[in-house]
C-alpha cells in the first residue's frame, strides 16, 4: 500500500520554465491538498480539492494552477516559475474534511535559479 | 484569520529531560487538533489528534498532548526525550465548517536532543 506518492522528488527549473508536479494517492480519499514549506513558516496551503474535478484555493494560490481529473490523482502545476517559488512541496489527501487525519506525501523539492 | 501559535522556534534538551511544546490556536469554535513531527529529510508523521472526548490523548512514540478548550492550547509533552526525537514538530488544527477540513499548521518547534 502505497499511501500518497509525489513525483519528482527532486527538480531544478530555471525562471519561466512551468512544471507540473503529481500527487497520487491509493486509499480511496476524497479531500487532496497541496502545501509548500518553508524554513520558519511551517506548512501553507496552496490549493486543495474535495473531490474529483472539484479544487479551490488555498492561503497562497498565486503563481499554481491545480487539476483533480481523477480522484486518485491532484496536479499542481507552475506556468511559469520565479525563484519565489523555491520550496519543498507536499501534497496530502485524508478520506474527508473532518475527523479525519491526513497521510502526506514525501515531498519535491524544487530549486528556481 | 485563523492561525496556529507555536512558542518555541527551537529547544535544545538533555537525553531523559522532560519535554513540553506549546501550541495556541486562534479563537473557539469545534476543533481537531494535530501534531505532526518531521524527521529530518522525510514527510510529516501524525504523532497524536483530538477530534472529542478524553482531552488528554496519547500518542506514538510516548508523545501526550493535553487540549484545553479555555486557553485554546494542544501542547505537547513527553516525560522522557531521546535523541531520535531529534525533529521538527508541528501542531495543525482545523475548524469545523469553515474551509473544508483545511489543516492550519503552525510555523513548527525545532527539537534538538544531545545525546
Known amino acids: 500500500n502505497a499511501g500518497v506518492t509525489q513525483t519528482p522528488k527532486f527538480r531544478v527549473l530555471k525562471t519561466g520554465q ?12 476524497e479531500y487532496m491538498y497541496w502545501y509548500r514549506q518553508d524554513p520558519g513558516m511551517g506548512l501553507r496551503l496552496i490549493h486543495y480539492s474535495v473531490g474529483e474535478g ?10 499554481y494552477n491545480v487539476s483533480r481529473l481523477k ?12 525563484p519565489s517559488q523555491t520550496s519543498v512541496y507536499f501534497c496530502a489527501s485524508s478520506f474527508r474534511g473532518w475527523n479525519t487525519e491526513a497521510f502526506f506525501g514525501q515531498g519535491t523539492r524544487l530549486t528556481v535559479v | 484569520a485563523q492561525s496556529v501559535s507555536q512558542h518555541n522556534h527551537h529547544v535544545i534538551l538533555s537525553e531523559a529531560a522532560s519535554l513540553e511544546l506549546g501550541c495556541n490556536y486562534s479563537y473557539g469554535g469545534t476543533v481537531n487538533l494535530f501534531w505532526y513531527v518531521q524527521y529530518p529529510g522525510q514527510h510529516l508523521q501524525l504523532l497524536l489528534k483530538y477530534f472529542s472526548g478524553d482531552p488528554l490523548v ?40 469553515g474551509s473544508q477540513g483545511n489543516l492550519i499548521f503552525g510555523k513548527g518547534t525545532k527539537l534538538s536532543v544531545k545525546p
Not at chain 2, 522522557?80 to 526525537?85: A, G, Y
Request: include cysteine; proline fraction near 3%.
Open chain 1, 71 to 82: 480522484k486518485q490523482n491532484f496536479l499542481l502545476g507552475l506556468e511559469s516559475a520565479a
Open chain 1, 18 to 29: 512551468s512544471m507540473t508536479l503529481l500527487c497520487a494517492q491509493d486509499m480511496n480519499h
Open chain 2, 58 to 97: 496519547k500518542g506514538i512514540k510516548g508523545f501526550e498532548a493535553e487540549f484545553i478548550k479555555s486557553k485554546f492550547s494542544f501542547n505537547l509533552r513527553k516525560p522522557s526525550v531521546q535523541w531520535s526525537d531529534t525533529a521538527e514538530y508541528f501542531c495543525a488544527v482545523t475548524y469545523y465548517g
Open chain 1, 54 to 63: 472539484t479544487t479551490a484555493k488555498g492561503e497562497v494560490p498565486d503563481g
